[in-house]
Each structure stands twice: as C-alpha cells, then as structure tokens.
C-alpha cells in the first residue's frame, strides 16, 4: 500500500484512529498508551515500559494490536523496534502508521479480519 506523505502530527494520528475506531465497538477496542516518566517527590515513577507502542487494544477475536503512530518523517527508535519485534512474536497484529488515512486503511483491514473470523465461527 502507498500513502501520500502529510504533515499531521502524531497526536493528530492517534486522535482520529481512535475516534474512528469507536465506529466498530464490537470488533475492536483500542486505547491510547502512555509511554514516559515523571518525577514525583524526590524520584521517577515510570508509565509502561520503553519502546511500547503509541495506540494498545484488541480485536473481537481476542487478538492483541499494537499501533505505533509516526509522522511522515518521523524515525522508530530502537526500542519500540524491539517492542514490535516482541509482539510480533506473541502473534500480535502490529503497525507503524504515518498519515490519518493510513491509520483508517489499518482499522478496516482489522475490523474484516475480525468480522471474516466471526462468521467462520473463530
């Protein structure tokens, strides 16, 4: 698939994969994921863990997705590499997304895959 390039940031990336997912509820549920740290008192209280990624839900069939936003330019780092390649061996459906519209593209191709499984009875 090829996407035109945009300028959307990644919080506007999120924001409209999320609101658009909430058309399908009964096959997909997905959940922004807070990823950093901050000081609290005299020490840092880390949220998650390094390198996961941007968007976390799972489809009707009990699959796991996890949705990495970027901006056109924007470059992966090592870590969240590594989160993907960790998932991807647990049979989790990842993604890197780069543009709103690719994000659609990435809801609908998950949410027939969800409804062919539901109607073979999986």
Known sequence: ?????TKESEKEIQKSMLKYAELFPMHLRL??????????????VRFSEAGQSDVTGF????KTVEI??????GK??????????????FNCAV????SVEEGRK???HLVSQAK???????
């Open 31 to 44: 959940f922004r994921r807070n990823v950093g740290a901050v000081k609290v008192g005299g020490r840092f």
């Open 116 to 122: 062919i499984n539901q109607r073979k009875g999986n």
């Open 95 to 98: 993604y890197t997304v780069r």
């Open 59 to 62: 489809l009707s069939t009990g």
């Open 76 to 89: 992966m780092t090592l870590e969240q590499l590594c989160w993907q390649e960790t998932c991807r061996r």
């Open 68 to 73: 990495e936003c970027k901006t056109a330019k």
């Open 106 to 108: 990435v809801i609908d």
């Open 1 to 5: 698939m090829k996407f035109q390039k």
